[in-house]
């Protein structure tokens, strides 16, 4: 199916604006289809042209342009032209769609926990089209009125407030103009709770079998969302407009939310049901902001096109950290910023799959799904953090006001912010906007012990980064100076830079986007300094440089470990703890230890994990983060076996069904537990999470029928869910030797694409990066995947995750030639 493309949208929105669409969806027609029926009023600027309307139907069974009938067999790979049309037209199109299961579209799915069917709509990217007809981009927006037909006891929930007209029969109130993308419909027995703030009516929404979890986390959510409406309502000076706000948590949901206006969707995982850390409220409450900025930046102001998607994200990404640091109880919010999402922006600049913040390439919608990365994310909220310290705060949100009134209810592009900002700011942006938005690439920074800072561009991106920064040095935890400076040459003489500091740390404050060299002796001293330091914003840039210097190849990975060992266990904020040791035990420990040491850094991962675990309060986060590492990594089958059975367990872990399965899948990757073990686990806990976790552990064991069993199970089970295919290939990976595994690395480059005939691409994406042979650290596994790549059958997200996972494992190749 080909994909719109630029040109092609251009062209369209140049020719007709949409003036209304009225949707009837028929949902009580069983579990395999739905019937979908739509009547579209738009104009048209040229009488006589002809335009095409997208349509991805079952089957068609009637179309109407002004009353006149067009054969349904004119839809050609899921357009139907649109031939002499008149000032002012209605088209109509009756037909029956699929729902899906790969989260794209309508998915829909059985809640095995009381065999309830659930639905939503998710139309991002270009899924509108599997839903209703339309006129499928960002920038023909239209007023949308729904009417929904459901089984008697469901409920319904979309954009618009929802009314049951009659029994089974919902209406859904006319909305403000939408784009296509993040019109939504959610149907099913969802349960709610309700609040209202501001004259705003607020609702959460969940699954039947989830409400105690959604009682026990709604005071916080609605807390968060109030704290943030009031935040955002003083810094844009626009109210929100979308009447109702609604947040549904969805099943099997590929994304972590989006910003449907009025009716955000989320993955109903974040309604957890156990023990939980502080740091995993503080990331849901993060999303929370984040899909409450997109009503402002993304649903009231759109990108006109793909390529401007960073109004959108980076924005999004900057409004909510800035909202949660300021607005809400979780201050160090900046904290989580830099080790999670900068680490994920830095190693996309790494890649060569790397692309500016805005204008990136987007010829036609579906590739721009690509770019939805670490640098439309990371990279563009730290790009305006710089531009907020060079135009001023005040400056920076007049020009964002400016910029919302102007084109509200409509769309934007990079040139018409830039040139709000340039009015409040006062003088041209261009040449910061050259070096920060237009241009690739990320620095690496550096200080001497003479007080010389230093900046190197890569050398396939270079360009002319002006870096607002400041730099601090530590002794015995102590900050002993700190000092603030614009890096705007290639070496910067620093003033007050103490030569004696054991630890010398350049963008102390983690303000800019540079990856931080560390000089040696900073580097030694890390494993007596790190964990004194009191500031976590200064630890979370050194263990920031510890990655990156691991990935990079200057760093070595057994230092890395090293100090792992040493800090991790003193380690108290447990955003460091939980994303410092995913790094070490998902990438480092496979990917950069050679094979035969592997065991042996996974038992001094377990070991750190253990000494942290007793010293810490027991119930504490520390202590929960510890456990958890410790029941992922270690290889004692005493306490494996007691855990398991529910004996001498962590305090506030009793009863905690996700930690149970933490264990059991560490017992299945050590082959301490059968099918039959695994299978009783499971009829304990007969929910969604219980399922998919049943189904890792069985693909994370580790013998070579096991290994046969998953593989085929993902590759030829056309049944799966797109979440049962995320477990089983996140399971797969995680065990078996490298001469079971090595065939499999073959098998991924022919059997991966094919999913493309079945799977969705926003699904396929994540499944090909999650199932790439990671561990397989080989030139023969580098070899396989670039002649994959090369091959015109791939498609284009998944030759892109390819390349993204190809590109750290030749990280860790590179690693490994300087290092072993
Ligand atoms: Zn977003």
Same mark, same amino acid.
């Given at each position: 199916?080909?994909?719109?493309?630029?040109?092609?949208?251009?062209?369209?929105?140049?020719? *007709?604006?949409?003036?209304?669409?009225?949707?009837?969806?028929?949902?009580?027609?069983?579990?395999?289809?739905?019937?979908?029926?739509?009547?579209?009023?738009?104009?048209?600027?040229?009488?006589?042209?002809?335009?095409?309307?997208?349509?991805?139907?079952?089957?068609? $069974?009637?179309?109407?342009?002004?009353?006149?009938?067009?054969?349904?067999?004119?839809?050609?790979?899921?357009?139907?032209?649109?031939? @002499?049309?008149?000032?002012?037209?209605?088209?109509?199109?009756?037909?029956?769609?699929?729902?899906?299961?790969?989260? &794209?579209?309508?998915?829909?799915?059985?809640?095995?926990?009381?065999?309830?069917?659930?639905?939503?709509? #998710?139309?991002?990217?270009?899924?509108?089209?599997?839903?209703?007809?339309?006129?499928?981009?960002?920038?023909?927006?239209?007023?949308?009125?729904?009417?929904?037909?459901?089984?008697?006891?469901?409920?319904?929930?979309?954009?618009?407030?929802?009314?049951?007209?009659?029994?089974?029969?919902?209406?859904?109130?006319?909305?403000?103009?939408?784009?296509?993308?993040?019109?939504?419909?959610?149907?099913?027995?969802?349960?709610?709770?309700?609040?209202?703030?501001?004259?705003?009516?607020?609702?959460?929404?969940?699954?039947?079998?989830?409400?105690?979890?959604?009682? #026990?986390?709604?005071?916080?959510?609605?807390?968060?969302?109030?704290?943030?409406?009031?935040?955002?309502?003083?810094?844009?000076?626009?109210?929100?407009?979308?009447?109702?706000?609604?947040?549904?948590?969805?099943?099997?949901?590929?994304?972590?939310?989006?910003?449907?206006?009025?009716?955000?969707?989320?993955? @109903?995982?974040?309604?957890?049901?156990?023990? /939980?850390?502080?740091? &995993?409220?503080?990331?849901?409450?993060?999303?929370?902001?984040?899909?409450?900025?997109?009503?402002?930046? +993304?649903?009231?102001?759109?990108?006109?096109?793909?390529?401007?998607?960073?109004?959108?994200?980076?924005?999004?990404?900057?409004?909510?950290?800035?909202?949660?640091?300021?607005?809400?109880?979780?201050?160090?919010?900046?904290?989580?910023?830099?080790?999670?999402?900068? &680490?994920?922006?830095?190693?996309?600049?790494?890649?060569?799959?790397?692309?500016?913040?805005?204008?990136?390439?987007?010829?036609?919608?579906?590739?721009?799904?690509?770019?939805?990365?670490? *640098?439309?994310?990371?990279?563009?909220?730290?790009?305006?953090?710089?531009?907020?310290?060079?135009?001023?705060?005040?400056?920076?949100?007049?020009?964002?006001?400016?910029?919302?009134?102007?084109?509200?209810?409509?769309?934007?592009?990079?040139?018409?912010?830039?040139?709000?900002?340039?009015?409040?700011? +006062?003088?041209?942006?261009?040449?910061?906007?050259?070096?920060?938005?237009?241009?690739?690439?990320?620095?690496?920074?550096?200080?001497?012990?003479?007080?010389?800072?230093?900046?190197?561009?890569?050398?396939?991106?270079?360009?002319?980064?002006?870096?607002?920064?400041?730099?601090?040095?530590?002794?015995? +935890?102590?900050?002993?100076?700190?000092?603030?400076?614009?890096?705007?040459?290639?070496?910067?003489?620093?003033?007050?830079?103490?030569?004696?500091?054991?630890?010398?740390?350049?963008?102390?404050?983690?303000?800019?986007?540079?990856?931080?060299? %560390?000089?040696?002796?900073?580097?030694?001293? %890390?494993?007596?300094?790190?964990?004194? *330091?009191?500031?976590?914003?200064?630890?979370?840039?050194?263990?920031?440089?510890?990655?990156?210097?691991?990935?990079?190849?200057?760093?070595?990975?057994?230092?890395?470990?090293?100090?792992?060992?040493?800090?991790?266990? #003193?380690?108290?904020?447990?955003?460091?703890?939980?994303?410092?040791?995913?790094?070490?035990? @998902?990438?480092?420990?496979? &990917?950069?230890?050679?094979?035969?040491?592997?065991?042996?850094?996974?038992?001094?991962?377990?070991?750190?994990?253990?000494?942290?675990?007793?010293?810490?309060?027991?119930?504490?986060?520390?202590?929960?983060?510890?456990?958890?590492?410790?029941?992922?990594?270690?290889?004692?089958? @005493?306490?494996?076996?007691?855990?398991?059975?529910?004996?001498?367990?962590?305090?506030?872990?009793?009863?905690?069904?996700?930690?149970?399965?933490?264990?059991?899948?560490?017992?299945?990757?050590?082959?301490?537990?059968?099918?039959?073990? *695994?299978?009783?686990?499971?009829?304990?806990?007969?929910?969604?999470?219980?399922?998919?976790?049943?189904?890792?552990?069985?693909?994370?064991?580790?013998?070579?029928?096991?290994?046969?069993?998953?593989?085929?199970?993902?590759?030829?089970?056309?049944?799966?869910?797109?979440?049962? %295919?995320?477990?089983?290939?996140?399971?797969?990976?995680?065990?078996?030797?490298?001469?079971?595994?090595?065939?499999?690395?073959?098998?991924?480059?022919?059997?991966?694409?094919?999913?493309?005939?079945?799977?969705?691409?926003?699904?396929?994406?994540?499944?090909?990066?999650?199932?790439?042979?990671?561990?397989?650290?080989?030139?023969?596994?580098?070899?396989?995947?670039?002649?994959?790549?090369?091959?015109?059958?791939?498609?284009?997200? /998944?030759?892109?995750?390819?390349?993204?996972?190809?590109?750290?494992?030749? $990280?860790?190749?590179?690693?490994?030639?300087?290092?072993?």
């Amino acid at each position: 199916m080909p994909s719109l493309t630029r040109d092609e949208a251009r062209q369209r929105a140049q020719l *007709i604006s949409v003036n209304r669409m009225e949707v009837d969806l028929d949902l009580d027609r069983g579990s395999e289809n739905f019937g979908s029926t739509t009547r579209i009023s738009f104009s048209c600027s040229t009488p006589g042209e002809a335009t095409f309307l997208d349509v991805r139907s079952v089957s068609t $069974e009637s179309v109407t342009l002004n009353g006149a009938e067009i054969a349904p067999d004119t839809i050609v790979d899921g357009r139907l032209p649109l031939a @002499d049309l008149a000032a002012d037209n209605t088209v109509e199109v009756v037909a029956t769609m699929a729902f899906s299961r790969d989260g &794209q579209g309508l998915h829909r799915s059985t809640d095995p926990a009381d065999g309830e069917d659930y639905v939503y709509g #998710h139309l991002f990217l270009d899924a509108a089209p599997t839903v209703f007809a339309c006129f499928d981009q960002p920038d023909l927006k239209a007023p949308y009125a729904f009417t929904v037909r459901v089984p008697r006891d469901w409920v319904v929930l979309g954009n618009g407030r929802a009314t049951q007209s009659s029994p089974g029969t919902w209406e859904l109130s006319e909305t403000l103009p939408l784009a296509t993308y993040f019109v939504t419909v959610c149907a099913g027995p969802y349960v709610s709770v309700r609040d209202e703030h501001d004259g705003i009516p607020l609702g959460i929404h969940a699954r039947r079998s989830l409400q105690r979890e959604l009682e #026990h986390h709604a005071p916080q959510m609605f807390e968060v969302t109030k704290q943030s409406f009031d935040h955002y309502h003083r810094t844009f000076d626009v109210r929100y407009p979308f009447g109702d706000y609604d947040q549904v948590f969805v099943p099997e949901f590929n994304a972590g939310a989006m910003e449907n206006p009025g009716c955000v969707t989320f993955r @109903d995982t974040m309604l957890y049901r156990g023990a /939980v850390a502080r740091e &995993q409220i503080l990331q849901r409450s993060n999303t929370i902001a984040h899909e409450m900025a997109h009503m402002w930046f +993304g649903d009231l102001v759109t990108m006109r096109w793909w390529d401007d998607l960073w109004l959108n994200e980076s924005f999004a990404e900057f409004m909510a950290y800035t909202a949660t640091s300021r607005a809400t109880e979780f201050t160090d919010s900046w904290v989580e910023f830099g080790i999670s999402r900068k &680490q994920w922006g830095y190693a996309a600049e790494r890649a060569p799959s790397t692309h500016p913040v805005a204008g990136s390439p987007a010829p036609d919608a579906r590739s721009a799904l690509s770019n939805f990365d670490g *640098i439309s994310y990371a990279k563009g909220a730290s790009v305006l953090r710089q531009l907020v310290t060079h135009v001023g705060e005040e400056a920076f949100n007049a020009g964002v006001t400016a910029y919302l009134r102007s084109h509200e209810h409509g769309n934007g592009e990079l040139s018409e912010f830039l040139a709000a900002m340039e009015q409040t700011h +006062g003088s041209p942006l261009d040449a910061w906007s050259a070096a920060w938005l237009e241009t690739a690439g990320v620095d690496v920074i550096a200080l001497d012990r003479d007080g010389t800072m230093t900046r190197t561009s890569p050398a396939d991106h270079p360009a002319d980064r002006p870096h607002s920064l400041d730099v601090a040095g530590f002794t015995d +935890g102590n900050e002993v100076f700190r000092a603030a400076l614009t890096l705007d040459e290639a070496e910067v003489a620093v003033d007050g830079v103490d030569p004696a500091a054991a630890v010398l740390l350049p963008n102390a404050a983690d303000l800019t986007w540079a990856m931080v060299d %560390l000089d040696e002796a900073s580097l030694a001293a %890390l494993p007596s300094e790190l964990a004194r *330091i009191q500031d976590p914003i200064a630890r979370s840039v050194l263990w920031g440089a510890v990655l990156t210097g691991v990935f990079r190849g200057t760093v070595d990975p057994g230092v890395a470990l090293d100090t792992f060992t040493a800090v991790w266990p #003193h380690e108290r904020n447990d955003a460091l703890m939980t994303r410092v040791a995913l790094a070490f035990t @998902d990438r480092i420990v496979p &990917q950069f230890v050679p094979s035969e040491l592997v065991d042996a850094a996974k038992g001094r991962v377990a070991g750190a994990a253990l000494m942290s675990f007793q010293g810490a309060e027991p119930g504490s986060d520390q202590a929960l983060v510890a456990a958890r590492v410790l029941a992922a990594t270690t290889s004692d089958e @005493d306490r494996l076996g007691a855990w398991v059975e529910g004996r001498s367990l962590p305090t506030g872990l009793e009863g905690d069904s996700d930690f149970r399965w933490v264990v059991v899948r560490t017992m299945a990757r050590l082959g301490l537990a059968d099918e039959s073990f *695994i299978a009783a686990v499971a009829a304990e806990d007969t929910t969604l999470s219980g399922h998919l976790a049943a189904l890792g552990a069985r693909a994370a064991r580790p013998g070579a029928a096991e290994k046969e069993w998953a593989w085929s199970q993902i590759t030829q089970n056309r049944q799966l869910s797109n979440y049962e %295919l995320n477990a089983l290939a996140t399971g797969f990976w995680s065990s078996g030797t490298l001469e079971d595994l090595r065939p499999y690395a073959a098998r991924y480059v022919t059997d991966i694409p094919r999913l493309a005939q079945w799977v969705g691409a926003d699904a396929l994406d994540r499944v090909a990066a999650l199932a790439f042979p990671a561990p397989v650290v080989e030139s023969e596994t580098v070899d396989l995947v670039r002649e994959a790549i090369a091959r015109p059958d791939v498609p284009a997200g /998944v030759r892109r995750s390819m390349a993204d996972e190809l590109s750290k494992l030749e $990280e860790a190749l590179t690693s490994r030639a300087r290092w072993s």
